[in-house]
């Protein structure tokens, strides 16, 4: 059954179209429509020239004149309205030497990167132009460059990452020539922008197929390229008592597989919450990967600034990867260990980091459902208890300044988290008690 395009798409074709240009709705948004998925993004391609869209649009906004590339308000939606073009002369493995305004449709999708993406629908009829076999793709669910695919590659670099990220979130396969074009070209990704390798990951890190993202990239042979730290992973062994899933990348697959609309930061500590393990693999009396949290935690942020993550997201990340293990103490922990656990950034995505790798080695929550049990049974205020003594407390008790004052506060606070003390009263005989310090004479 048909579903009509969105009102806006409708309003704005017929508007370019009442002036006597062609306009069909272009590119992802036809190939979602098509599969009965969400669309977010409505684009429109159009035989009209910059200039002449401008002069159709009053609110309309240039932001790629050279490429023939206009912004537009209509119905409350923002629409991208692009001129047919066809690209000359790729120098950069990204922006075209030149290209050339067209009249033809057709010359407009033989541009564009795949066949299920150069698909056209007229939003006024439901009619689908298909130059290049894109719906008998999209009925078969696969990825297939439009015409030689070492070109396309060539072309633009970055649309190696995209099939894989298409492949991984349509659930499709990737065409035999153009996978092995990936494979053959995979090298010149060196020549995109750590930002835009950045965005890719990240679309496909938060993605609802992020393990099949990761296994494309394997097999594609862009993840050593770009996450060289992560394809190390893959034999390594691990104990079987503790990880019978087996080696550190199957383990990080699962982990990842596990992921459900995560914010970046969990999603980059699950993929990276193992990554030095490779650097720690020990085998003496049984495997060890004595210190992986805290070298993970320095490799990570490495990966994450080399990809040009911002600051906040790379230190919430390191910081989830760098605690990670803590938890394996938590039946050991006393009352003020466990709130400062607590007191972790981010606690929540802490927590679902331990659940997930957790389900990941194939064991049961033990560990998790106490943490949620302890936690059921702290007081919220008792995590962040006001503060009893300072240190003006301490001059006006007779201590000098000194890392010494540091110490007392510390076994202050750690006596209060654990219960021991609840008023500045029971803090000041705690410290005269334990350290030395004697009432002031009264006589």
Known sequence: MYTPAPAPAQAACARLRQAGHSAYLAGGAVRDRLLGR??????IATSATPDEVVLLFPDARLVGASFGVVLVQQGGEEIQIATFRSDHSYIDHRHPGS??????????VLRRDFTINGLLED????????FVGGRADLDAHIIRAIGDPQARFAEDALRMLRAVRLAARLGFTIESATLKAIQTTAYSIDSISAERIRDEISLIITSEATRQGFVWLRISGLLPLILPEVSAMEGVVQPPGF?????VWTHTLLALDQLANPSIELALAVLLHDVAKPRTFTQTDRIRFDGHAELGASMAREILTRLRYPNSVIDS???????HMRFMEVDRMGQAAFKRLLRLPRFDDQ???????????NRPLTTYELVRRRMEETPPESVHPPRLL??????????????AMGEILHAVEEAQLEGELQTRQDAERFVRTRFGVKPPSTA
Do not use: W, Y
């Open 243 to 247: 990880h019978p899933e087996g080696d």
């Open 317 to 323: 990340a390191v910081s989830l990867i760098a605690n």
């Open 38 to 43: 969400p669309v977010f993004d409505l684009d």
């Open 390 to 403: 300072g240190g003006d407390n301490l001059l006006a008790m007779g201590f000098a300044p000194g890392r």
């Open 351 to 361: 927590l679902e980091l331990l659940r997930i790798d957790t389900l990941a080695s």
């Open 99 to 108: 290209i050339s305004f067209e009249k033809d449709p057709r010359q407009d």
């Open 123 to 130: 939003p006024l009829t439901g009619e689908i132009l298909d």
